[in-house]
Nanobody
Framework: QVRLAESGGGSVQPGGSLRLSCTVS????????MAWFRQAPGKEREVVAS???????TIANSFKGRFTLSEDNNKNTLSLIMTHLTPEDTAMYFC??????????????????WGQGTQVTVSS
């Protein structure tokens, strides 16, 4: 059974930073795709970053230069490091896994395993 758990969310002022972590059970990051998504109330869910089976990391264009991915050595934790946060980054952030795909994970439209999410709030 695949289980995902996010942590690290909270409140931060504009310009600040946060590190979100996703811990995976019953799955390894080398088995298939992993990704971070976010969704704000009333808005469509969007992909933030992804990790391919071979370790290739991809940051969605909107977040390049501000967000990065970090994978731990035991391959069961994927962290999203967010900097220069703005109020527009306020959203629920989710991690997801999709064992049926291994490459170009940033483009996979449907992930089947999800965590419950962690809230990020950016305000003065």
């Amino acid at each position: 059974q695949v289980r995902l758990a996010e942590s690290g969310g909270g409140s931060v002022q504009p310009g600040g930073s946060l590190r979100l972590s996703c811990t995976v059970s019953g799955y390894t990051t080398t088995t298939g795709c992993m990704a971070w998504f976010r969704q704000a109330p009333g808005k469509e869910r969007e992909v933030v970053a992804s990790l391919d089976f071979d370790g290739t990391k991809t940051i969605a264009n909107s977040f390049k230069g501000r967000f990065t991915l970090s994978e731990d050595n035991n391959k069961n934790t994927l962290s999203l490091i967010m900097t220069h946060l703005t109020p527009e980054d306020t959203a629920m952030y989710f991690c997801a896994a999709e064992p049926s795909h291994r490459e170009w994970c940033i483009l996979v439209p449907e992930y089947n395993y999800w965590g419950q999410g962690t809230q990020v709030t950016v305000s003065s």
